[in-house]
């Protein structure tokens, strides 16, 4: 069983789009985090959420809005995409916010055209 | 937040012990060292974590001195499928889960 699971995995989609990718995670934490990865493979922390209640917001541009429905899901949409949002996005996963170790998907690999 | 510096590429050929140092001159306190691997097409995977001295798991080494100025990560006896990312980080419980992710070292390892 995945223990940080997200969807899509590949995502090709038009620039103007709008899309969104989902994150499920079975390992009853309660916290769930997006994290962004360029071409230059820097890892980027872009979301965290406690519970459904957003505690990082890194200076994202307001187009990706996250949602949580419950706090074993976080979902990333994305408005008007543009083409420097092409990027590796993953979804994590720890318990608590007072922790070194953080449990990553598979990365939802995203091409804006 | 404190800065790692570490090699950005490393080769090695099955067999060997692979050593990985990283650099953190300006460490805290209150901060731990981990490392994270990340395989191609996947997501960063925790290795190990110390505070000082050694830590040792099934999957590495971990050396710290007692200035914790830098790391040195031991893999003993790597394969071919511990070709991967390797990122060191410095990491303060408080930060919220908020990671800092260097460039990592592209460890190659070759037959």
């Known amino acids: 069983d995945t223990a940080v699971s997200q969807t899509p995995k590949y995502l090709v989609t038009q620039m103007g789009n709008d899309k969104s990718i989902k994150c499920e995670q079975n390992l009853g934490h309660d916290t769930m985090y997006w994290y962004k990865q360029d071409s230059k493979k820097f890892l980027k922390i872009m979301f965290s959420y406690n519970n459904k209640e957003l505690i990082i917001n890194e200076t994202v541009p307001n187009r990706f809005s996250p949602k949580s429905p419950d706090k074993a899901h976080l979902n990333l949409h994305i408005n008007s995409l543009e083409l420097g949002d092409s990027a590796v996005y993953f979804c994590?996963?720890?318990?608590?916010?007072?922790?070194?170790?953080?449990?990553f998907g598979e990365g939802s690999w995203l091409t804006v055209v | 937040l404190a800065k790692t510096t570490q090699p950005i590429s490393m080769d090695s050929y099955e067999g060997q012990e692979v050593n990985i140092t990283c650099s953190h001159n300006?460490?805290?306190?209150?901060?731990?060292i981990t490392w994270y691997q990340q395989f191609p097409s996947q997501g960063p995977r925790f290795i190990i974590q110390g505070y000082k001295t050694k830590v040792t798991n099934e999957v590495a080494s971990l050396f710290i001195p007692a200035d914790r100025k830098s790391s040195t990560l031991s893999l003993p006896r790597v394969s071919l499928s511990d070709t991967a990312v390797y990122y060191c980080l410095v990491v303060t419980n408080n930060q919220g889960g908020k990671l800092i992710f260097g460039q990592g070292t592209e460890l190659s390892v070759k037959p």
């Open positions: 300006n460490i805290a306190t209150n901060d731990y």
């Open positions: 994590a996963s720890s318990q608590g916010t007072v922790v070194t170790t953080i449990y």
